[in-house]
């Protein structure tokens, strides 16, 4: 690539079973993130969930209040993973170990497994074997949902080249 032509965007995506608390409120932090840092024209953010039982509903109304509670403006809608989407994306970030199963059964081939990623393993302040699906729970689970999301999309940003 010459000096004249621009670097396509890094593309990210974020995916958990639903797509509509955790990968889209990664998605939402990330994106933040990645204004905060000037890096929206470099870097492509989207999110989707394994399952497309909420295809086009909006995140979750407790998700969302968490959120805005702590300073984020809510967007997006959720849509299901597409094969398509392995080869589309630099990194797919899962929730958790189904979320990882699900998303590598899309490429028997094993051909995009590398830019399959847990989210966890970009966290430095916090110690998780996953993401907790927070549906079922309380607010503590909306909490530290944020927690573990604004500690791993701080770890993916640093990760990206400029």
Do not use: K
């Amino acid at each position: 690539m010459s000096p004249a032509t621009p670097r396509p965007p890094f593309r990210v995506l974020f995916v958990c079973m639903g797509n509509i608390c955790r990968s889209p409120a990664g998605e939402i932090i990330f994106r933040q993130l990645v204004a905060a840092a000037g890096r929206s024209a470099d870097i492509e953010i989207d999110s989707a969930g394994t399952l497309g039982a909420h295809h086009g509903e909006p995140p979750d109304a407790r998700m969302a209040a968490t959120l805005q509670r702590n300073g984020y403006t809510i967007a997006g809608r959720a849509r299901q993973i597409q094969a398509a989407d392995l080869g589309h994306f630099d990194l797919i970030v899962t929730m958790d170990e189904d979320n990882l199963a699900a998303v590598r059964a899309l490429d028997p081939a094993g051909r995009f497994h590398a830019r399959i990623r847990p989210l966890v393993e970009f966290c430095r302040a916090h110690q998780a074997a996953r993401v907790p699906d927070p549906y079922y729970g309380g607010q503590h689970g909306f909490d530290q949902v944020i927690a573990l999301l604004e500690d791993g999309c701080a770890g993916i940003l640093r990760e990206i080249p400029v």
